[in-house]
């Protein structure tokens, strides 16, 4: 490998070029990689352009593996959930409590608010008092300047529904928000808040400009930037499940009763929220699920995920995002989350399997899709939990790994059978596996 150069015009290269600057400039092997890069494009070049179009630079695909979780019961309806994710045991523990809840009620869900927010933040040295009195008259400003951006979205239901003005000069000189809040229907709406904030400080500026009965130094205004808030703690969706404790059953092949489950599982997640450790990896357990359903069906789990860690942070100290209760023989566990996700637009529509996706999902509204996301999460911490509480995680864990590891050492079909079937009632482990192959490769009468 040559040591690394800067390089110009580079987006301007053809695929092909870009790909043949990188293989001779970071690799040994440069053929190979070529065709190995090559080799994951779509078929269809067609459908590859909108790959190649999705992102710059683009030189190939990523594949992750994509799965689903039948059995899925939200209010009384079944999905067969659609999850992107690479990490071995999540699907299967999903789909495991899936079919465990379905027997017990299923997951129940409710939307609570889709409000989503967004900003213009602006520098102002003029007197608040007098803006204050003059915000009325702006509010009718803005929503007129930006009604050719919201006309369509207005007749959908949605739009801009309030405006305020912040003072935030406590915190910082001159500092103002104009916080608007937004209804963006089934589409995520990150476009359509962002053109409505960057015409709303237009408005703002021109506004400033005409007030006569402002000083004449305050008839300017700094616009610093107008950006939506990915924190929508007002765009929310609770998922539950319920049951008579004694209706769990048992647990790690009856060696644990309902009720000693049932109490192990709630001091769980009062662990989870009264350290920030253990809520962390808590909180990683639901995003597992929630992530994978996001990926799936196009959606942007970055925004989902920055939004729900803030969520998980809202009093002051961050903690468990889901919360379970035992109490006159109930169990009940449930997860609050917010969900800024769409149906519509973006990747939804272009990514050929997200498209499948919102089929396989009925083509669910955004509020029926929050509902379904958040169940998967809840499912994955039930099962998560359940894990920990009962067996440890090794063993499910290290099971689906056990794939992976036969894939690592390139086992043969024959030699996966005996793998799994020894590693049945045993510990699996990287080691082991690869000492038992060892055995059995060195030793032909095993194979
Ligand atoms: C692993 O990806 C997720 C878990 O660690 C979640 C948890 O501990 O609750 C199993």
């Given amino acids: 490998m040559k040591k690394p150069t800067i390089v110009s015009g580079f987006s301007k290269l053809s695929k092909r070029g870009k790909i043949r600057w990188l293989v001779e400039n970071f690799f040994v092997n440069p053929e190979e990689v070529a065709r190995e890069l090559k080799s994951f494009w779509y078929g269809d070049p067609q459908k590859q352009k909108i790959f190649d179009d999705f992102s710059e630079n ?10 689903v979780v039948p059995n899925l019961e939200i209010n009384g309806d079944l999905y067969c959930v659609p999850m992107v994710i690479e990490e071995s045991s ?10 465990f809840w379905l027997k017990r009620g299923g997951f129940k869900a409710e939307i609570i608010a889709t409000h989503k927010i967004g900003q213009v933040h602006f520098d102002w040295k003029g007197d608040y008092t007098k803006l204050h009195n003059l915000f009325s008259e702006l509010k009718e400003r803005i929503l007129a300047d930006t009604a050719h951006i919201t006309s369509n979205m207005r007749k959908r239901g949605g739009g801009i529904s309030q405006i305020e003005l912040v003072n935030m000069t406590h915190l910082e000189a001159n500092y103002y928000q104009l916080k608007m809040t937004f209804e963006t229907c089934d589409s995520m709406g990150a476009n ?3 053109s409505c904030l960057e015409e709303s400080s237009r408005s703002l500026r021109a506004f400033i400009s005409e007030q006569d009965s402002f000083a004449v130094e ?5 616009i610093i930037m107008a950006i939506l808030s990915n924190y929508t703690p007002e765009c929310l ?16 092949g009856g060696n644990m009763d309902a009720a000693t489950f049932a109490y192990k599982f709630d001091k769980a997640l009062k662990i989870a929220h009264i350290d920030v450790h253990r809520a962390t990896t808590h909180n990683k357990g639901i995003f597992n699920g929630i992530d994978a359903v996001a990926l799936a069906t196009g959606n942007d789990f970055r925004a989902i995920e920055s939004c729900g860690h803030t969520y998980a942070a809202r009093d002051g100290s961050y903690k468990s995002l889901s919360s379970a209760k035992v109490e006159n023989g109930m169990f009940k566990f449930w997860l ?5 996700i769409g149906t519509v637009g973006g990747l939804t529509s272009l990514h050929p399997l997200a498209k499948r996706s919102l089929e396989m999902l009925g083509n669910p ?30 063993k499910g864990h290290m099971k689906m790994h056990l794939m992976n590891i036969l894939n690592h050492l390139e086992a043969t079909e024959k030699e996966v059978i005996v793998v799994l079937s020894h590693f049945k009632d045993k510990l699996v482990s990287f080691t082991a596996v690869r000492d038992f192959l060892n055995i059995l490769r060195t030793n032909p009468a095993t194979q």
Avoid: H
């Avoid at 609050?336 to 800024?340: H, K, T």
């Fill in 58 to 67: 683009t030189i190939s695909n990523f594949y992750l593996p994509y799965g």
């Fill in 90 to 99: 999540v699907v299967a523990a999903a789909a495991a409590a899936a079919k």
């Fill in 192 to 194: 359509f808040i962002n």
């Fill in 218 to 222: 305050d008839r300017d205004v700094t």
């Fill in 237 to 252: 969706v609770r998922t539950w499940v319920e049951c008579p404790v004694e209706d769990l059953g048992e647990f790690d």
């Fill in 336 to 340: 609050d989350i917010p969900l800024a």
């Fill in 365 to 394: 509204s955004a509020e029926e899709l929050m509902m379904v996301i958040a169940a998967a999460g809840l499912a994955q911490n039930f099962a998560a939990v359940r894990s920990l509480v009962t067996t440890g995680i090794q």
